[in-house]
Antibody
Framework: QITLKESGPTLVKPTQTLTLTCTFS??????????VGWIRQPPGKALEWLAL???????RYSPSLKSRLTITKDTSKNQVVLTMTNMDPVDTATYYC???????????WGQGTLVTVSS | EIVLTQSPATLSLSPGEGATLSCRAS??????LAWYQQKPGQAPRLLIY???NRATGIPARFSGSGSGTDFTLTISSLEPEDFAVYYC?????????FGQGTKVEIK
């Protein structure tokens, strides 16, 4: 059974850098066509794509957040890491990672992790 | 960036009734449109991908149609567990984008 799980701090201060890790099992990020994406959802609001990374290290970033985001993968550890710099209270959201296969977002998502930005 | 506009924002219906949800794209997304269901405190659940393909394990009462800029999610007869928020999402152009959601609530 494919699983993904997000981990990282639940509280960060404004201007700090957020580092989130997506740890997954039962698939490999070295398999052709496979990718992992990050999506966030502020409380009571809609979903927003942040970034994704593919098996061949092709990376995509949300244009509005591109200067603040970095996505990397560690195939040996089955992990994808997202860093977001200069955090602001408006970045308070639940952050999800999800499996992409053949260009399609699958039904395999992490449970999400709520990150609050506050001093 | 492709903007997806969902309508209506809220749909008030009774169990057993049918539901029709709309998603309109600001430019053509071909058939690269998906529908998700989300319940409070849960991750989104994929219902439909590429406009009309049901995801694994999704009941037949859910169906999707459309292409280009206009798409529809139809729930033929609402079950109690179907009351939730529904999002459409396009993967035609990066950045992939979601609509603002339609809440299906119990009347």
């Amino acid at each position: 059974q494919i699983t993904l799980k997000e981990s990282g701090p639940t509280l960060v201060k404004p201007t700090q850098t957020l580092t989130l890790t997506c740890t997954f099992s039962e698939f490999s990020l070295s398999t052709s066509g496979v990718g992992v994406g990050w999506i966030r959802q502020p409380p009571g609001k809609a979903l927003e794509w942040l970034a994704l990374i593919y098996w061949n290290d092709d990376k995509r970033y949300s244009p509005s957040l591109k200067s603040r985001l970095t996505i990397t993968k560690d195939t040996s550890k089955n992990q994808v890491v997202l860093t977001m710099t200069n955090m602001d209270p408006v970045d308070t959201a639940t952050y999800y990672c999800a499996l992409i296969a053949g260009g399609v977002v699958t039904n395999s998502w992490g449970q999400g992790t709520l990150v609050t930005v506050s001093s | 960036e492709i903007v997806l506009t969902q309508s209506p924002a809220t749909l008030s219906l009774s169990p057993g009734e049918g539901a029709t949800l709309s998603c309109r794209a600001s430019q053509s997304v071909s058939s690269y449109l998906a529908w998700y269901q989300q319940k409070p405190g849960q991750a989104p659940r994929l219902l439909i991908y590429d406009a009309s393909n049901r995801a694994t394990g999704i009941p037949a009462r859910f169906s999707g149609s459309g292409s280009g800029t206009d798409f529809t999610l139809t729930i033929s007869s609402l079950e109690p567990e179907d009351f939730a928020v529904y999002y459409c999402q396009q993967r035609s152009n990066w950045p992939w984008t979601f609509g603002q959601g339609t809440k299906v609530e119990i009347k």
